[in-house]
């Protein structure tokens, strides 16, 4: 990797433009084998906002059209974080200005706009990734290691939940979230990060089915209410491309659950289990020994489980979920180094996409779908 | 209730056998509101076992052949315990025999003779009760409490899964358990239990899906291997009549998981959750208060659920599996007598097996079915 | 074991009178291979609660005066259940009958009573056991078993919590139980659970010191506030024969706290936990394999943890408090029957209540003291 | 707080050193209301490692030579994260310097040494902060202000653990850290951690009573064995200024503990409970509202729990360990500003060392000694 670090541009300065903006700024120091990337600009549509979030994120410039950004050959490669609209347009036009993209999930709110993204990266040659940081937590990279050594076996049966509570109470108004445009609802709006670890860690599904409710059928809106579109409930069946089963349950509107992904994945010699509200543990069952002692072992998080060590010598220490985000950044680098690198690619992004347009024409169809 | 206690012929001496016959030793004991049970005579179809099982669970007789059971005048209810296959026989015999039947669950291994059980019940006028004895938790019945008062608003979205470990291993040798005669596998094997429970605190289904799975296509039976013929995994989602739709995941080959039966029921004010390996816990959660100090409440069960403090007078002691099938026996004793009673009756029983034989056809046939 | 059963008389129809009562009643037919025992008669001082229990709990004659219990050919042992300052002059008068005695903890209010009791044990060579039930648990069983095979290696430090929050609440009324007559309060009057585990599982006590609080100083009583005698709130340092450290600390005002008693044992090769608020799991940890899979494993009780296959075939179905006492009854057989039994006797028992009294005294003395 | 931000000077390039890095990357892009500090020079004794960590951490400048960094106009602030015992020199070199001082805990290997620095920050006038960042917790803020607020009432009675397993293996050979140079050992190695939430949470301590432990009293040292000098294992009992009894038990040789400091809290309303290897859960039981749904409610961090929310916008998504040293510094910024900061200054520390001091010396003469 070169002396000079990366030029990076950074569209959006929210919730996942903040966390790129601290990734990018952790990098160097908590891995301490990359030249630290230079911040060079942040777009953000009000260039005021755009020009304070530059000052409190570190970056030299700012400007209100994130265009500007394409045209600088000190900026390497883009973050692209706003809302997902957004994200085909930009990613495009940055690969084809000759940047790496680097675009929190999900692609698009189309197939048909994932597909072009996909395609564009292609052509582009250059590295495309997306946003799913809930892979890089080392102990999933753990799971995905005892995975592949068959700790547990051969996998027949796995379940995956979602779960927060953001759209729980039936009072929230209706927003731009509970819209059409929006997409499905818990689906895509969370439940790809489940589909990101079922493809990390288990491969792609091949056929689907779906079914998706509305918790509340209409939320206030000043006036009185209106009709919600999309659905905040979501559940899939799922077979993958090496047979075992899935059941997906996502659920935006499940009261006390905040960010709940409860993972168990059954094979014939074990069991894996891991919830993401405590990020910092696995469970691990295996058929071995006397049965007398067996049971699930709750695995802590510590320096075995690289790159853990990197932020805290300790084991036990934690980490927390922008820790995620700096881990997935030095992948990133990997991948413009030409490096493998532990990431979802455009393309891999695209296998999601389908999967989740399948189970919500298969739920609105009422039987199984191909993917893809 | 008259002082001298019911005359209880028990058929069967196996596993539920035996926790029959303790419901049965313990029912006055732990009330102290009802005369004790007449424990007459014991049957099952090995004479010197039945001889040998009548001495050890306090039964005064015995006999090889359990009609004998209902020619005896001081019998007043047959405890059926039997393998499911002999439950209509014995159960439809018993109520034209005059008996009232405690008949384990589940009723039968096809529809057309859970059917003649119900019918068989409805023109006998006789207590008919069915063991499906997780329903009689004290905390469940808390829980069903809770749901009444609406603590938990209306209910949208539930999930249950049941998963015990006895048929995980794939060395596990081929039994009747996996032979088609015994039923569909996982669905009606121990979903039942779940079904139960979703029957008792949420209502009946009126739409199914299904999913069956088999993680082990073959199992060895001494000469080489055999084809399994049923579904060691089994996955249903069901529309209830409320609405709420329910996702059911059911796996007998879930290694560590030792008897789960884990609930989670979300509502538009809160959520509920409970796990059956830690029966004497429940969690609830409101949306109530500052949101800073909310949270899942973990309930440990106590004098203040009752009917816990007819076991023990002080919380946090713990009740026991056995325990459970106490409290459904004293249940049993006020149906018999008259009293409302908190048990699944044949008719409701049927309901849960008509649900068993749709959500089986949905998942043949990829598409839902309405139920009954 | 002879044919006929052990004709059992019980002193006391409160808790755990009747936990005894469920005890006898349930032993024959959960182990199968004893005789049952005879239920002859119960004693109460007020006779017709006496008469009632009888009737309740099985027992075939009652009376007011328990000394009558002492005079009968037909009764071979006794159950003492009555406050703990009737525990002396009934058991001495019991084994100087000539009757085997089951007595439950602790054994007296004064050592010296307590040295009475052991004293007369012994000169009657009778079985003289305490009814210390939480050893039990077939999970104390598998520690004990761990310990033994050094699985976590030699033990240097251990801690036992024992909570509930029967005294938390400041206005619960002054009664007999905050008096100087009941003893010291959380130390003896719950604190000697943990002492029984300890002394069972690791070994005698050399040395302590002791610390001992009363949260209230006054409670309500009526007219006013009255003083409060003894310590809701029990802290003690040991040091155990084989050299390992314990710290215990007791607290009958912990609110929340329901039959906690937590316990951490930490060897040079391992680690084991167990919480008696989830009776049926243990956590055992080993320094052992791979450090990136190493983790606390959370074993649940099955039939692979004897006894506990007696009361259920199937793992994960839990045991509950009253089945601890049942197994305890059957030890108590083995006892009579001149078998190796676990269990304490009056003469481990003495040395509970004499650490007990030294830790009181080391408390008030602030310095360490000499045990017995 | 001033457009240009704090000029900062960091002495240790290790553990500590890192997350002081971190700390002072984040805490602009973090909490975005202070101004950007500027990494002005790192010091470590070895000038190429100096230099390379310079590098890595973003820092302009490196030197060999720690005073080099107080000889400097553009260092504010000096970072000082070397072994405990260099803490006394440079803090006071620092605070004599005119500089502001951020030190690692704990402030010194003898009580004489902490005096001081206690005074040296009097004298200087300048911000003295200690690196306590346990206390920075949110949750443990909310803790605070569930106790200010009495929400558990008056607190009578309080345990701490604190246990890891870096010294759980007797063969891990000897080291410094278990040389009598090093201190105490668990005590003071670790246990000033518990200390400083005692302390912060429930105030002074005004008498203890202590015991301390080898487990193994030597270590292999290459060619043979060798004396340990310290205690990994320690215990103390408290009493502190409002009258609440704490015990605090430190173990560092604790198999299978990563880094747990588990807290209980018990007031006459309610009890609080908390475990630092989830540091994103508190447990809160209150004695409010009917007793058959009390119970602990497991709280869940998030916005509502200032500052999460300055790191991720949404709740349940967790903190790490290095987001609490970046609170820390937003801390150690207010109170360089003037502004009230919840920090643990010299003087506080002060009386920490004071008491692992009197601990010590309480559990050599086997009696309770008042503290200071």
């Known amino acids: 990797m070169n002396k000079r670090g990366l030029g990076v541009g950074l569209v959006g300065s929210g919730f996942m433009g903040k966390c790129h903006a601290l990734a990018w700024l952790n990098v160097a ?56 609209e957004f994200h085909p347009e930009m990613a495009i036009a940055a690969l084809e200005a000759g940047k790496h993209v680097w675009c929190e999930k999900p692609m698009a709110t189309s197939l048909a706009a994932a597909t072009s993204m996909r395609d564009a990266a292609s052509v582009a040659g250059k590295t495309a990734a997306l946003g799913y940081n809930y892979i890089q937590n080392p ?3 753990q799971v995905k290691a005892l995975l592949a050594d068959k700790v547990i076996g ?63 059928a209409t939320r206030p809106d000043g006036k009185g209410t209106r009709a919600v ?14 047979g075992a089963q899935v059941t997906l349950s996502c659920n935006r509107s499940a009261w006390g659950r905040k960010g709940r992904i409860f993972m168990q994945i059954f094979g014939n010699k074990g069991t894996l289990a891991y919830d993401q509200e405590r990020l910092n543990e696995v469970q691990l ?34 980490l927390g979920f922008n820790d995620l985000k700096t881990i997935e950044c030095r992948e990133v680098l990997r991948a ?32 199984w779908l191909a993917v893809g």
Chains 1, 2, 3, 4 share one sequence.
């Not at 579109?229 to 090496?242: K, Q, R």
Request: aromatic share 8%; hydrophobic share 45%; charged share 20%.
């Open 29 to 84: 120091a908590v891995f301490g084998d990359v030249a630290a990337p230079r911040l060079v600009a942040l777009a953000d549509a009000t260039p005021d906002l755009a020009a304070q979030k530059a000052r409190e994120f570190g970056f030299a410039e700012s400007t209100g059209t994130w265009r500007d950004l394409l045209q600088r050959d000190d900026i390497d490669i883009i973050s692209i974080t706003t809302p997902n």
């Open 139 to 141: 102990l999933i990279r």
């Open 154 to 216: 051969d996998i027949n049966h796995v379940r995956f939940e979602m779960d927060e509570d953001y759209m729980a109470d039936p009072l929230t108004p209706f927003t731009g979230r509970s819209a059409a445009s929006a997409g499905y609802g818990a689906l895509d709006d969370f439940g790809v990060h489940p589909l990101s670890l079922i493809l990390t860690l288990l491969g792609k599904a091949t056929r689907v089915f779906g079914d998706m409710r509305k918790p509340y």
């Open 229 to 242: 579109d999309n659905f905040d409930i979501a559940t899939a069946l799922m077979e993958l491309e090496g």
């Open 285 to 318: 069952f295996v058929n071995d020994g006397p049965v007398a002692t067996q049971g699930f072992r709750t695995i802590i998080s510590g320096p075995a489980h690289a790159p853990y060590g990197r932020f805290v010598p300790a084991p036990g220490h934690q």
């Open 336 to 367: 413009v180094a030409g490096e493998p690198a532990h990431l979802i690619s455009f393309a891999e992004g695209l296998h999601i996409e389908a999967t989740v347009h399948a189970i919500a024409r298969a739920a609105a169809e009422g039987r």
